[in-house]
């Protein structure tokens, strides 16, 4: 369609013509989210009594930017390519509104940035601990095996008797496992232990990975650090921040910059055990940093298909499964 377009500029006018005309009608929202390149951030960090280290180069954070497409957006998503579109569903679970969903998205932010910090702490040696009362259901997807298993606000507390106090260690242990197998699962109705079994399903947007199929969050998380940072986020949600928020803290207490003043973009969760998981937007984030100028860009292993597609001879794409090994590449891309 898009390419079509553009090889009949005509058409293309006489769309744009007619939107003209439909105008007071193109406000309406159709039922699609839309999904375009974000700006690229280099976080604002702050750290109390510790020394921090200048950055001759950069750690960009990638985004996108999400919303409920009207129908204007709709028509102009056909036409560009760095815009793609979902349906509601795939985005909006079963039972959460969009002002859920958002306030779910500044919830797994404000995680993330705690899991980031811990990973780059637990890296440089310092002590860290965590704690949560589990996982908590806010949101079921609408062909979700467990839909009628597992209820909004039901309170996960295992996966096959392994206990869980957290979404990241909920995330970490489900890696384990693959799309097909069946797992068991502990959880807490009201006042009353129950378990149910589930079979894994492959992950409605990352290839490969598996998900039970509901929306979550961590009730009273909370972690104990040996020194108070703050990563000024801003009004960015979601957790796909996370590897890039923990390069930025441990760049920022190692005296030796790991940039070595390399412009460096990424994206990519991260969980408490380092690993690093699969994200959205890949591709609206890949097209950011090529227009920050970034040498190198970090994804993680699952969406390296779709963001290879972008590469070039001044890009270099590269997938990392971990922080270390980000941290690996980096340090071997700086350095050549």
């Given at each position: ?25 193109g406000f ?18 702050e750290v ?139 959880l807490i ?148």
């Open positions: 369609m898009k390419k079509f377009f553009q090889k009949n500029k005509v058409l293309k006018l006489i769309l744009v013509t007619y939107l003209i005309v439909i105008f007071p009608f309406a929202k159709s039922d699609y989210y839309f999904m375009s390149p974000g700006p690229p951030y280099q976080w604002n960090i109390s009594d510790t020394e921090t280290f200048d950055s001759e180069g950069n750690l960009f954070q990638l985004t996108v930017r999400r919303d409920e497409a009207n129908y204007f957006v709709y028509a102009w998503a056909n036409l560009n390519n760095e815009i793609d579109l979902y349906p509601r569903e795939v985005i909006l679970p079963d039972g959460v509104t969009p002002q859920e969903l958002s306030e779910i998205s500044m919830q797994n932010m404000m995680t993330s940035e705690n899991v980031a910090i811990a990973v780059a702490l637990d890296s440089l040696g310092y002590d860290v601990t965590s704690e949560g009362d589990g996982v908590l259901v806010v949101g079921l997807l609408d062909d979700s095996p467990v839909k009628d298993k597992l209820f909004k606000n039901d309170l996960i507390v295992s996966i096959n008797n392994e206990n869980i106090k957290s979404t990241s260690e909920f995330i970490s242990l489900l890696r384990t496992y693959k799309i097909g197998d069946t797992v068991e699962i502990g109705r009201g006042d009353k232990p129950t378990q149910f079994k589930t079979t894994l399903i492959e992950h409605v947007e990352y290839e490969n990975e598996p998900m039970v199929g509901f929306l979550a969050s961590t009730p009273n998380q909370k972690f104990i650090f040996p020194i108070d940072i703050d990563i000024k986020t801003g009004n960015v949600g979601g957790p796909s921040a996370g590897m890039m928020m923990a390069l930025n803290v441990y760049n920022l207490l190692t005296e030796s910059d790991i940039t070595r003043g390399e412009k460096i973009a990424g994206t990519g969760t991260i969980e408490i055990d380092g690993s690093v998981g699969p994200v959205g937007g890949v591709k609206q984030k890949v097209i950011a940093a090529k227009r920050a100028d970034a040498s190198l860009i970090l994804v993680p292993t699952a969406n390296f298909s779709e963001a290879d597609a972008y590469s070039d001879e001044n890009t270099l794409i590269v997938a990392v499964d971990s922080f270390q090994e980000a941290l690996d590449v980096i340090s071997e891309f700086s350095s050549r």
